[in-house]
């Protein structure tokens, strides 16, 4: 089975600065895929950045990194230069590679709320 | 772009009543994916699908039902409502890597 945890419930950061959301998984399979999600208050889901267990650099998307630590088994998403309309939940998922039928099912965490300020 | 429709972002139905929640995709994606979220337990797999008139339970599956006659419809079922089942109830489709979502719909159930 698999397991993710995110521990902060809640963080705030000014704006401009750096945020780090924290994320450690548990999952027995050799191979897997950890996703990070924005929800802003409209509700909706928004993908982020994307890590395979097997890439060999962290991966990074415009503000957004992931500092992927696989022997401690986390997963944390980096946001540099915040703004105000990154304010939003934040989930972190796992999956793993079968990518058929149940192999595709994401597994998630409970959030972190994130509240970003002048 | 990929889109996701839900049929309503805001419903209210009675205790007893049948429910239905209606998923549109637009990218002829094979997997299709019904969540429930609630505070504090994040997003819980309710059903899914990876074809059509296939369909497999999630980890919450009970109370609830799924039918996908064709490829791009997704439908969620609720028997008989109940208070418990008030929820946001978010959709989701996936053809490649990473799962796209619908805007969901809040579901009060009084």
């Given at each position: 089975a698999q397991k993710i945890t995110q521990t902060q419930p809640g963080m705030f950061v000014q704006e401009k600065e750096a945020v780090t959301l924290d994320c450690t998984y548990d999952t027995s399979d050799p191979s897997y895929g950890l996703f990070w999600y924005k929800q802003p208050s409209s509700g909706e889901m928004i993908f982020l950045i994307y890590q395979g267990s097997y890439d060999q650099q962290n991966a990074t998307e415009g503000r957004y990194s992931l500092n992927f630590q696989k022997a401690r088994k986390s997963a944390n998403l980096v946001i540099s230069a915040s703004q105000l309309g990154d304010s939003a939940m934040y989930f972190c998922a796992m999956r793993g590679y079968i990518l058929t039928g149940g192999g595709n099912k994401l597994t998630f965490g409970t959030g972190t709320q994130l509240k970003v300020e002048l | 772009d990929v889109k996701v429709t839900q049929s309503s972002r805001y419903l209210v139905k009675r205790t007893g009543e049948k429910v239905f929640l209606e998923c549109v995709q637009d990218?002829?994606?094979?997997n299709m994916f019904w969540y429930r979220q609630d505070p504090g337990l994040g997003l819980r797999l309710i059903y899914f699908s990876y074809d059509v008139k296939m369909k497999e339970k999630g980890d919450i599956p009970e109370g609830y039902s799924v039918s996908r006659e064709k490829k791009e419809r997704f439908s969620l079922i609720l028997e008989s409502a109940s208070t418990n089942q008030t929820s946001m109830y978010l959709c989701a489709s996936q053809g490649g890597r990473e799962q796209y979502f619908g805007p969901g719909t809040r579901l009060t159930v009084t």
């Open positions: - | 990218m002829d994606h094979e």
